[in-house]
């Protein structure tokens, strides 16, 4: 197929599609990780947005159902350098354009990604429509591209979050096993909760599964409610803990958990927030929230550890940060990026609530922050006196 990109700005790359033969508008960004495109196209912090990777070659390792970072894709679009023809690895049963294909999800390859890359750290986030299916002019598709709403004031979480409570149980997987043909593929756990662990009220803004998984492994029986659950319910089930996961989209746009945290604030329970459940904090004690000119995306972004004056190398995924003026005087900030400075956590000094605006679930990612995990863990297990 034969695909036309083209952006807000009227800048046109040609390429050749892949996956679904489709037209779709959303906002460009791109991602600087080397390996991990399956976790990156199912993270429901992407709703919305069409995802250039940086890396020249996507696809060898194919498409596999444990890597899933949620139950479908979540891009709106896929753009790439280089498609490869050939899937070697053996745990692969799909190849990437048969899985966008089957979801509906439209790529383009033979892109000059590095040209695309510079023109969005040039011009900041940009809006585009592509067209794999033949039917669009470029003039047309720049027209779509101009007249699409975008994403800033949109509540994207409605979109991605569970629609009823449920419990998770799984825990990281601790080794991989060889499948042989038509036998059930191998899927060890570790780390499962007992039914008499701590509990964990998870709210699901777009809650990645291995997010779940690390805190399962920490040894934390988890139950994941709708973004929309008030407060007053969360706490009728009397939890040990309340995490805030990641999402998509403007925070500001994202009122009711806002206001569900702060009321969960003042039962002093033990909280933890990640990517957006950080921004919600942040809210939720009055701050308030900008959109990065082109945000941070990729799984190589250094920050730095306030308190132990070390650098984590960490996986990031938003384009939206926390302002820092204007937190009240119990808000210590804890982690800073130190590419742009731009506040990467913090605590509360009367409170054990604590967050983080990068990914320690590290899937796609390095490991350095899954120590947050244990602290969290820690905390939780403290309150429920079972440390």
Avoid at 205 to 230: D, Y
Avoid at 234 to 252: R, T, Y
Avoid at 265 to 270: G, H, K, V
């Amino acid at each position: 197929m034969n695909a036309l990109l083209v952006l807000e700005d009227g800048t046109i790359f040609q390429g050749q599609g892949f996956g679904a033969a489709t037209t779709v508008v959303g906002e460009v960004v791109f991602n600087t990780s080397l390996t991990g495109y399956q976790e990156v196209i199912t993270d429901p912090s992407y709703r919305g947005q069409m995802v250039c990777m940086t890396v020249s070659h996507v696809g060898n390792t194919g498409i596999n159902p444990e890597d899933v970072e949620s139950d479908r894709p979540q891009i709106t679009a896929f753009i790439v350098r280089e498609v490869s023809p050939v899937v070697s690895n053996w745990r692969a049963n799909e190849t990437l354009p048969d899985y966008l294909a089957r979801h509906g999800i439209p790529g383009i390859s033979q892109v000059d990604t590095r040209a695309l890359t510079r023109r969005i750290r040039e011009k900041g986030v940009l809006h585009a429509a592509l067209s794999t299916d033949g039917q669009h002019s470029a003039e047309e598709l720049l027209a779509m591209a101009r007249s699409w709403e975008g994403l800033d004031g949109r509540d994207l979480v409605q979109e991605v979050t569970c629609q009823e409570p449920y419990n998770w149980v799984d825990g990281t997987r601790s080794e991989w096993t060889p499948v042989p043909a038509g036998k059930e593929i191998a899927d060890p756990r570790h780390g499962q909760a007992s039914s008499d662990a701590p509990l964990v009220v998870a709210y699901d803004f777009g809650i990645k599964h291995n997010i779940l998984r690390r805190l399962t492994s920490h040894g934390l029986r988890v139950t994941v409610v709708p973004a929309h659950t008030p407060a007053s319910t969360v706490l009728a089930m009397k939890p040990d803990g309340i995490f805030l996961s990641n999402g998509p989209g403007d925070p500001a746009a994202v009122t009711y958990a806002a206001q569900a945290v702060k009321e969960l604030l003042e039962s002093n329970l033990p909280t933890f927030g990640i990517c957006l459940g950080h921004q919600i904090i942040g809210l939720a004690l009055g701050g308030q929230t900008y959109k990065l000119k082109f945000g941070h995306h990729g799984s190589n972004q250094p920050v730095s550890d306030v308190d132990s004056t070390n650098v984590q190398i960490t996986a990031q995924n938003h384009n939206y940060a926390l302002q820092e003026e204007g937190l009240p005087e119990n808000v210590e900030i804890t982690h800073r990026n130190l590419n742009d400075q731009t506040v990467e956590g913090l605590r509360l000094k009367d409170k054990p609530v604590f967050c983080v605006q990068y990914h320690p679930e590290a899937s796609p990612g390095p490991h350095d922050a899954d120590l947050l995990f244990a602290r969290f863990a820690r905390l939780v297990k403290e309150h429920a006196g079972k440390a």
